[in-house]
Antibody, heavy 114, light 111 residues
Framework: QVQLEESGPGLMQPSETLSLTCTVSGFSLTSNGVGWVRQPLGKGLVWMGT???????NYNSAVQSRLSISRDTSKSQVFLKMNSLQPEDTGTYYCARHPDFAYWGQGTLVTVSS | DIVMTQAPLSVSVTPGESASISCRSSKSLLHSNGITYVYWYLQKPGKSPQLLIYRMSNLASGVPDRFSGSGSETDFTLKISRVEAEDVGIYYC????????FGAGTKLELK
């Protein structure tokens, strides 16, 4: 069955670089795109970016200058890297599978605080 | 960027009654292939979002047929018939035509 699982450091300091991993199973990253969605605490969903089956990427213009999404197809992993973290980057980060964001991971909470 | 505007922000429903949530996009979500790329997701308390309706009117796998989606190119409606306790949560519309954006969410609670 299709599964996605996010992992990451939990607590980050301002100005640091965030690295998150989405490990998938039940499908191939060369067949389905994967997107990242952030949810600030108590707030709504914000799409961050997507890496498509062919390897191309799209980013939310609000974070494009700080964000990079990549993958290792042999390990079935998608990576999110975002630099210059600020407290407003705090939230739960989800990865979700295309098409349609039909499958979501359980999310990983990232707190940016000094 | 395409803006998705939901209404109302919250709705209180008596179990067994129906509920409707509206969503409006700032741009047509109808692709030249005839598909309208609007989606509905439900986030139950403490859980990840789950897909309810895809491409405006298609019921996602495992979703009760009490849920239905309809609309035009820019105005969309999610209808829930016979609301049950398990339907409590926040409902988001979203578009996947140009990148992705989500509405602010509509919180459904029971009376």
């Amino acid at each position: 069955q299709v599964q996605l699982e996010e992992s990451g450091p939990g607590l980050m300091q301002p100005s640091e670089t965030l690295s998150l991993t989405c490990t998938v199973s039940g499908f191939s990253l060369t067949s389905n795109g994967v997107g990242w969605v952030r949810q600030p605490l108590g707030k709504g969903l914000v799409w961050m970016g997507t890496i498509w089956a062919g390897g191309s990427t799209n980013y939310n213009s609000a974070v494009q200058s700080r964000l990079s999404i990549s993958r290792d197809t042999s390990k079935s992993q998608v990576f999110l890297k975002m630099n210059s973290l600020q407290p407003e980057d705090t939230g739960t980060y989800y990865c979700a599978r295309h098409p349609d964001f039909a499958y979501w991971g359980q999310g990983t909470l990232v707190t940016v605080s000094s | 960027d395409i803006v998705m505007t939901q209404a109302p922000l919250s709705v209180s429903v008596t179990p067994g009654e129906s509920a409707s949530i509206s969503c409006r996009s700032s741009k047509s979500l109808l692709h030249s292939n005839g598909i309208t790329y609007v989606y509905w997701y439900l986030q139950k308390p403490g859980k990840s979002p789950q897909l309810l309706i895809y491409r405006m009117s298609n019921l996602a796998s495992g979703v009760p047929d009490r849920f239905s989606g309809s609309g035009s190119e820019t105005d969309f409606t999610l209808k829930i018939s016979r609301v049950e306790a398990e339907d409590v949560g926040i409902y988001y519309c979203g578009q996947l035509l140009e990148m992705n954006t989500f509405g602010a969410g509509t919180k459904l609670e029971l009376k």
